[in-house]
């Protein structure tokens, strides 16, 4: 590569004016050594090595990178679903050291084809049925594009107003479509804010449940305050309470059963209350959930705030998964009950066509939030946030920065509108009621719990002489399975069975898939059974 060298020199004598001069001195090689006098080094003609932001390399690039990932969905199901690589594998095929030099898009597209693809467990492949959705649409994808494009770091409104006020409106319409009280409107005196996750939000809530209690009975009573949850509630609740500082001992998993469909009873609630403020103890959080992670189980919220609210306890929905069905009118009525939560989330990044990450969560008493997260450092001081007359979301989340999340579920409101969504989950739906049918029509296998949304829960009958009651057949029915590569599923534990569930979500998916996904269950049972 021929290099020119330039020479800043300070014109001392005023031959030429004064003040500093920038001249080329000489052609040289490649390797250049060291100067007697400071120098930039640029390569003649330039323009070919990529620019850190250049208009014009950004839509060669981005248009190479639109046909890579195009052709990726193109060719989705030519992957195995789950990835069939051993642990410790990517080291093995990239080198130890970053490139000194760049390298072209078109040589990390091919690793990328090459590497990192096997290695990647296909979310969006119309085969995966495992754990629940995260799904990904063009809407979604368009608007992630465009927050990267403008990336801007939203902590408080006078660093994006738009930012701030287009997640205020979007998540008011998500609120309406959702039939939501309006104390949870940004209107009243709670309002809307997107989180990371479902993990942040109870996280945040607990905080504002834990600080606000304090206020009341002191802090010395920190070590005292117990959380309630059913034994199906997500374990990010225990990893909340840990970084909380709460006693993990009285985070209370009361016990379900399929005398329930594993909801959470409002009596065993009751009497665990009354047995831990007979012991001097103070009750101040419920998390009740609205299709629980292993049987989508949904726990009946007006029995329940009938016992949290005359003992004044937080009472917080998480709606992760199901909350996004709530949209149509059929399947609203599992969120009655909702007006009398402090607090309310749904994911929708995983039903609702938003890419990763989009946990949205509505609170009744937005002060609650910003009393325990806010900071007010010198340098984030602003007209605006002094005088209270805008929403800095920064008090309503663990970080300071924010990303520009608000756009893409802005785009999938607007691109797909409330019955374009509403169609993508019936069409779901109706797919795990098609599965469902086929499980029921095999008398091997046996569905377990209600399906009460697009998620089935089943198991292969075990002989009548088992002595685990077929927990190890269905464990290994399951391994089975995920290793062909052409469908991924994966259980759960519900009164001590070992339960497999398919959870239809992917945007992609059709009878078809469905239908192949159980023709691959059968083959594998009907092996497993014949070899025993």
């Not at 770091?153 to 205020?168: D, M, N």
């Not at 840990?242 to 409002?266: H, M, V, W, Y």
């Not at 945007?507 to 691959?520: C, D, G, M």
Request: with cysteine.
């Amino acid at each position: 590569m021929v290099l020119q060298i330039w020479c800043l020199t300070h014109d001392s004598d005023k031959k030429l004016g004064g003040g500093y001069l920038l001249f080329p001195v000489i052609k040289v090689a490649y390797t250049v050594h060291t100067l007697t006098e400071w120098c930039c080094v640029t390569e003649e003609g330039g323009g070919s090595e990529l620019k850190a932001m250049d208009a014009e390399q950004l839509r060669e690039q981005g248009h190479m990178m639109v046909d890579f990932i195009a052709d990726y969905y193109k060719t989705i199901e030519n992957f195995p679903v789950l990835s069939q690589v051993q642990p410790g594998y990517l080291g093995k095929l990239l080198p130890d050291s970053a490139p000194t030099h760049p390298e072209s898009l078109q040589h990390v597209l091919n690793d990328v084809q090459e590497k990192i693809l096997p290695g990647v467990t296909h979310w969006q492949s119309p085969n995966y049925f495992a754990y629940f959705p995260s799904n990904s649409s063009i809407a979604g994808f368009l608007g992630e594009m465009l927050s990267a494009g403008l990336s801007i770091v939203g902590f408080s409104w006078i660093s994006s107003p738009a930012a701030t006020e287009l997640e205020t409106i979007v998540l008011d319409w998500l609120a309406k479509a959702l039939l939501l009280p309006h104390d949870f409107f940004s209107t009243g005196q709670g309002g809307g804010v997107i989180q990371g996750t479902a993990s942040e939000a109870v996280l945040v809530v607990l905080v504002a449940a834990r600080d606000k209690i304090l206020r009341t009975v002191g802090r010395s009573a920190l070590p005292k305050l117990v959380t309630y949850a059913s034994d199906q509630t997500h374990s990010s609740l225990q990893k909340a309470c840990q970084i909380a500082g709460l006693n993990p001992e009285l985070c209370r998993l009361l016990k379900t059963d399929s005398s329930t469909n594993f909801a959470l009873s409002p009596d065993v609630l009751s009497e665990a209350i009354s047995n831990d403020i007979a012991s001097g103890l103070t009750p101040f959080f419920l998390c009740a959930t609205v299709g629980t992670t292993s049987s989508t189980a949904v726990d009946p919220l007006p029995a329940l705030a009938k016992v949290t609210k005359p003992n004044n306890i937080w009472l917080h929905v998480d709606a992760a998964y199901a909350g996004s069905a709530c949209i149509c009118p059929e399947y609203r009525h599992f969120i009655d009950g909702v007006e009398e939560a402090d607090s309310f989330n749904m994911n929708a990044h995983k039903w609702f066509l938003t890419n990763f990450d989009c946990s949205v969560l509505w609170v009744k008493d937005r002060s609650a939030l910003i009393q325990s997260l806010s900071t007010n450092p010198e340098f984030l001081k602003n007209k605006a946030s002094q005088e209270n007359t805008v929403i800095d979301y920064k008090d309503w989340q663990i970080p300071l920065g924010r990303r520009f999340r608000s756009l893409k579920l802005w785009m999938v409101m607007r691109l797909y509108g409330l019955e374009g969504l509403r169609t993508h989950i019936r069409s779901h739906i109706a797919l795990a009621v098609y599965f469902e049918e086929l499980v029921v029509q095999d008398t091997r296998f046996k569905v377990v719990a209600p399906r009460t949304f697009s998620l089935v829960c089943f198991r292969l009958l075990p002989p009548q002489n088992s002595e685990d009651n077929g927990n190890k057949l269905n464990h290994d029915l399951l391994d089975a399975v995920n290793s062909t590569g052409d469908v991924f599923i994966t259980h759960t534990v519900l009164s001590g069975e070992y339960i497999l569930r398919l959870a239809v979500g992917a945007p992609l998916t059709e009878v078809r898939h469905v239908h192949a996904a159980w023709q691959i269950l059968q083959e594998k049972a009907t092996a497993l059974l014949e070899s025993l």
